[in-house]
């Protein structure tokens, strides 16, 4: 597909939009894109440590995507915080999803597939997906829905396509091996998420890359599920 001028990703949580879209990212960023992060919640569930709390690791966790974010070339990074597995598909959250589409303006919006039969079948990733879709259309589309947004300078705005990542039956496959590295360094940013026990992280991405490129013909690729929106 052709790179855009604009792109937005809305993560369920820190380290998410670097394992699913990074090299793309990474890619259409030093081609010229700008591109933003929306991290719905703030990762305050996701450890092992017996002694780290919530509040604690919600504060570990926005610096090390902050970090990645920066890494990555990223303009700007919008945070939701809500409680890691307290996504909910209401007027809430899909209004906030609106704010940000109108308020940047992609071409492309990037998230989660949330029609998955197997794993990997997180609650936030299938809210997070349902709710995007949704919110780009045609939520952000119309100016009935949300129309307080209009007396805050924020007009309506038609997206091109979403890019579905994590998805059973992707349909668009993208050449990431000149940007397969900064999808690993950017990863490695989420240091409280990557452990040494589970193996080198680099290897788990490049191996998985390999995979999906193998489908491509090309060394090291990323899969999406792309939805054309015709307005």
């Known amino acids: 597909m052709d790179r ?55 504060d570990i966790r926005e610096v090390e995507q902050a970090e990645a974010a920066t890494d990555m070339g990223v303009k700007e990074v919008i945070y939701l915080r809500h409680g890691d597995g307290d996504l909910e598909d209401n007027k809430e959250f899909r209004e906030q999803v609106v704010r940000a589409i109108r308020q940047h303006r992609p071409q492309v919006v990037f998230t989660t597939d949330p029609f998955r039969r197997g794993f990997y079948l997180h609650r936030d990733h299938r809210i997070c997906g349902q709710v995007t879709i949704d919110a780009t259309y045609p939520y952000a589309r119309d100016h009935l829905h949300f129309p307080e947004h209009k007396s805050e300078g924020l007009e309506t705005h038609k997206v091109a396509d979403i890019m579905l990542w994590g998805t059973e039956e992707p349909d668009t496959f993208i050449d990431i091996t000149d940007t397969i590295e900064r999808k690993i360094s950017s990863l490695k940013k989420h240091a409280s998420q990557v452990s040494s026990d589970d193996g080198d992280v680099g290897d788990f991405i490049k191996s998985n890359g390999q995979r999906v490129g193998q489908r491509a013909n090309f060394p090291y690729g990323e899969a999406f599920r792309r939805i054309q929106i015709r307005n």
């Open 4 to 58: 855009p001028d604009r792109a937005m990703v809305v993560t369920p949580h820190p380290d998410d939009a670097e394992i699913g879209c990074g090299g793309t990212i990474a890619g259409w960023i030093a081609q010229g894109t700008e591109v933003v992060y929306v991290v719905c919640t703030n990762g305050d569930k996701g450890t092992g440590d017996p002694d780290m709390t919530s509040p604690r690791l919600a």
